[in-house]
């Protein structure tokens, strides 16, 4: 069973840095793509960045140059480094993966497929001025 835990929110002053990371456990496929959204209230979900199994790394232009994902194999969990955050970085923020090849794995249109991706529970950003 695929589980995803994420860990490392919390409540920061803009311009501050946080570290997410996200545990996976029972995941086997060797081509993936992993990644991270955010939600914020009365706000759509959005893709903030992905991780594709060839390395490939991509992200949302809302968050180009101050986050960067990564992943540690040994650890097999996916971090998401945030800096310069911002209050509009303010959201729940989800882990997620599925089997998606690299070439599919985008902020702008990855979701975990249904019935074959998987989610976190969540963990809570929230940046103030």
């Known amino acids: 069973q695929v589980q995803l835990v994420e860990s490392g929110g919390g409540s920061v002053q803009a311009g501050g840095s946080l570290r997410l990371s996200c545990a996976a456990s029972?995941?086997?496929?060797?081509?993936?793509?992993m990644g991270w959204f955010r939600q914020a209230p009365g706000k759509e979900r959005e893709g903030v960045a992905t991780f594709a199994s060839d390395g490939g790394t991509n992200y949302a232009d809302s968050v180009k140059g101050r986050f960067t994902i990564s992943k540690a194999n040994d650890k097999n969990t996916l971090y998401l480094q945030m800096n310069e955050l911002k209050p509009e970085d303010t959201g729940m923020y989800y882990c997620?993966?599925?089997?998606?090849?690299?070439?599919?794995?985008?902020?702008?249109?990855?979701?975990?497929?249904?019935?074959?991706?998987?989610w976190g529970q969540g963990t809570q950003v929230t940046v103030s001025s």
């Open positions: 997620a993966a599925d089997g998606s090849k690299w070439y599919d794995c985008y902020p702008r249109f990855w979701s975990p497929k249904r019935g074959s991706g998987y």
């Open positions: 029972g995941y086997t496929y060797s081509s993936y793509c």
